[in-house]
C-alpha cells in the first residue's frame, strides 16, 4: 500500500492529504508497512517457546537484572506480564516466560507490552510486533529487533539476567 493509498483509506483528502503526503517524506518512505493485531489468532508463535528448566540454584547467576517472587506477582497466569524496571516479563505458556524490553525499535518509545492472544510482544504506538525472542514479525513496522532477556526459574523466583 503506498503512503498515498493509506492516507486515503484514512479519510484525508484534498489539503490535508496534501499536506500529510509532504511532511516528513523520506525516499524509503513510498511503502508503508502495515502492521497487524489479530487480537483473536490462535496461531502459535514463530519462535517456539523454549520453555524454562526449572533450576534449583539460581544464585549461579551473576548480574541478575530482576529477581521476581512468583508467589506474589502477578505472573501466576499463562498470558500474564508485568513490567519492571522496563523490562517486560510473560509468561507464555505453563512455567515458560519470555522477557524483553519495553524500548520500541521502531521509535524509542516505552510502549512495548505482551499481547498473550497472539502469543507475541507488541508495540501499542504503531503496533510492531515481536516474537518472543524480539524478533521483528514479518509485516512488522520495524525490521530491527528489540533486547531480549534471559530467564531462569525455580519455580517459586523467576530471575532475569
Ligand atoms: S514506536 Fe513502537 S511501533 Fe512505533
Given at each position: 500500500m503506498t503512503r498515498y493509498e493509506f492516507l486515503k483509506s484514512m479519510g484525508f483528502t484534498g489539503a490535508a492529504l496534501m499536506a500529510a503526503l509532504t511532511s516528513?517524506?523520506?525516499?524509503?518512505?513510498?511503502y508503508i508497512p502495515v502492521a497487524k493485531l489479530d487480537v483473536n489468532s490462535t496461531t502459535t508463535p514463530t519462535t517456539p517457546v523454549t520453555p524454562v528448566t526449572p533450576t534449583s540454584d539460581l544464585s549461579k547467576i551473576t548480574n541478575p537484572l530482576l529477581k521476581i517472587d512468583l508467589t506474589t506477582s502477578n505472573l501466576k497466569n499463562v498470558g500474564a506480564y508485568i513490567i519492571q524496571a522496563n523490562i517486560v516479563v510473560a509468561q507464555v505458556s505453563a512455567g515458560a516466560y519470555a522477557a524483553v524490553t519495553n524500548?520500541?525499535?521502531?521509535?524509542?518509545?516505552?510502549k512495548v507490552i505482551y499481547d498473550k492472544n497472539a502469543s507475541q510482544f507488541y508495540c501499542t504506538d504503531h503496533g510492531a510486533t515481536f516474537d518472543l525472542k524480539g524478533v521483528p514479525l514479518p509485516n512488522s513496522i520495524t525490521n530491527r529487533s528489540i533486547t531480549a532477556y534471559q530467564v531462569a526459574t525455580d519455580g517459586k523466583t523467576l530471575v532475569v539476567y
Open positions: 516528513c517524506v523520506k525516499p524509503e518512505d513510498t524500548l520500541c525499535s521502531h521509535e524509542p518509545k516505552r
